[in-house]
């Protein structure tokens, strides 16, 4: 992609700044501001190219304020990328610190018009480390006053959206079923598990072999990463980066169910309707994933207890049941289904403040 295209966006605002001594581009790009300050976590990975970048980070800002409208979180949405020169464990402690005050004076810039949270490749003492320069970071450790990590949130929500979906499809519970996730983080590690203790039999994928080998340790099944695609299974869960369902994986996936925690997963509106018309239920990620940005926006903006974030993520299952009683009533796809539910959801936020 050129960087004229990837500029053609027509989102809210666009943030770029380059740093000669580390080699490291940062991109800050809000999406929408219509239901409170835009929001999104930092992204730190290696780019092609700064055009990439820059589609990347305009994706995913999309799909935060779908996931805030969706989830009635008075934010909007935003997100960081920083395209790295090299991967990001091989890049030293000095020149990741410096990376990491440059992207907090650019937020700072923004005045509370972003705020930014743990994302691939960051984590909850990066943003100690944000916080230092700027106030507007979520995820910082228990100990800096922060929510911590929210993984695991993150995680039951998939869970129930996972299990909703399955339900859905007419496969019943979990139980049983062959579950297939790729990615082993955080998210994706917790959620093999909370699958397992459900009863489903575990296929694993992830670049980390040390990970794949305490999987498979606990009973798991190891896919090769080649096969990941190509493997049968009844539900697919993609828990590692997005754009994983292109066309031409619609075409040939052989799963009844694709729920997982990456965000962006379908590439294209073509594979969302290829795997509709082929009857493989899809849980819109920025429905299933929006745990994380309850943990966070719940804890650290509205004062919730941990009772309260944990209801709210068990509840993404019943906001799945209503997505697909939409798609069911207006024969759309599910992903166009939770994009209506998530502009009522919008209008009905924006009138109940614009009235009170």
Same mark, same amino acid.
């Given at each position: 992609?050129?960087?004229?295209?990837?500029?053609?966006?027509?989102?809210?605002?666009?943030?770029?700044?380059?740093?000669?001594?580390?080699?490291?581009?940062?991109?800050?790009? &809000?999406?929408?501001?219509?239901? #409170?300050?835009? !929001?999104? $976590?930092?992204?730190? =990975?290696?780019?092609?190219?700064? +055009?990439? /970048?820059?589609?990347?980070?305009?994706?995913?800002?999309?799909?935060?304020?779908?996931?805030?409208?969706?989830?009635?979180?008075?934010?909007?949405?935003?997100?960081?990328?920083?395209?790295?020169?090299?991967?990001?464990?091989?890049?030293?402690?000095?020149?990741?610190?410096?990376?990491?005050?440059?992207?907090?004076?650019?937020?700072?810039?923004?005045?509370?018009?972003?705020?930014?949270?743990?994302?691939?490749?960051?984590?909850?003492?990066?943003?100690?480390?944000?916080?230092?320069?700027?106030?507007?970071?979520?995820?910082?450790?228990?100990?800096?006053g922060g929510a911590g990590s929210s993984a695991f949130t993150t995680?039951?929500?998939?869970?129930?959206?996972?299990?909703?979906?399955?339900?859905?499809?007419?496969?019943?519970?979990?139980?049983? &079923?062959?579950?297939?996730?790729? #990615?082993?983080? !955080?998210? $994706?590690?917790?959620? =093999?598990?909370?699958?397992?203790? +459900?009863? /489903?039999?575990?296929?694993?994928?992830?670049?980390?072999?040390?990970?794949?080998?305490?999987?498979?340790?606990?009973?798991?099944?190891?896919?090769?990463?080649?096969?990941?695609?190509?493997?049968?299974?009844?539900?697919?869960?993609?828990?590692?980066?997005?754009?994983?369902?292109?066309?031409?994986?619609?075409?040939?996936?052989?799963?009844?169910?694709?729920?997982?925690?990456?965000?962006?997963?379908?590439?294209?509106?073509?594979?969302?309707?290829?795997?509709?018309?082929?009857?493989?239920?899809?849980?819109?990620?920025?429905?299933?994933?929006?745990?994380?940005?309850?943990?966070?926006?719940?804890?650290?903006?509205?004062?919730?207890?941990?009772?309260?974030?944990?209801?709210?993520?068990?509840?993404?299952?019943?906001?799945?049941?209503?997505?697909?009683?939409?798609?069911?009533?207006?024969?759309?796809?599910?992903?166009?289904?939770?994009?209506?539910?998530?502009?009522?959801?919008?209008?009905?936020?924006?009138?109940?403040?614009?009235?009170?």
């Open positions: 992609m050129s960087i004229d295209s990837a500029l053609n966006w027509d989102g809210e605002m666009t943030v770029t700044r380059f740093d000669r001594e580390t080699g490291a581009h940062f991109v800050i790009r &809000l999406d929408s501001t219509q239901l #409170g300050p835009a !929001a999104g $976590g930092t992204r730190a =990975a290696q780019y092609s190219q700064l +055009a990439d /970048a820059l589609t990347d980070a305009g994706k995913l800002a999309g799909a935060m304020t779908l996931k805030m409208a969706v989830s009635n979180l008075p934010m909007g949405g935003g997100k960081s990328v920083i395209a790295l020169p090299a991967p990001r464990h091989s890049i030293d402690p000095s020149t990741w610190a410096r990376i990491l005050r440059i992207h907090a004076e650019n937020i700072d810039k923004l005045s509370g018009n972003y705020w930014t949270g743990p994302d691939v490749n960051t984590n909850s003492a990066d943003m100690d480390t944000l916080n230092d320069t700027t106030e507007f970071v979520f995820g910082r450790s228990l100990e800096r995680a039951v929500g998939v869970f129930e959206a996972m299990k909703a979906t399955v339900a859905h499809r007419g496969l019943g519970s979990l139980d049983g &079923l062959t579950v297939l996730v790729q #990615g082993l983080g !955080a998210v $994706g590690g917790s959620l =093999a598990s909370l699958a397992a203790e +459900a009863g /489903a039999q575990l296929l694993v994928a992830d670049t980390d072999t040390e990970r794949v080998a305490h999987a498979v340790a606990l009973g798991h099944t190891a896919v090769a990463l080649e096969d990941v695609l190509s493997t049968p299974c009844d539900v697919f869960a993609p828990c590692a980066m997005g754009g994983v369902i292109t066309t031409e994986v619609a075409r040939t996936l052989d799963c009844s169910v694709v729920a997982g925690a990456a965000n962006n997963v379908i590439a294209d509106e073509a594979a969302s309707d290829i795997l509709h018309a082929r009857g493989i239920l899809y849980a819109p990620d920025f429905v299933a994933n929006a745990g994380g940005a309850i943990h966070l926006v719940g804890r650290e903006v509205l004062g919730w207890s941990e009772s309260v974030v944990h209801e709210r993520a068990v509840a993404i299952g019943d906001t799945l049941n209503q997505v697909f009683e939409i798609s069911d009533n207006d024969g759309v796809t599910p992903d166009e289904a939770a994009r209506t539910l998530a502009g009522r959801r919008a209008r009905e936020a924006s009138t109940t403040t614009a009235t009170a």
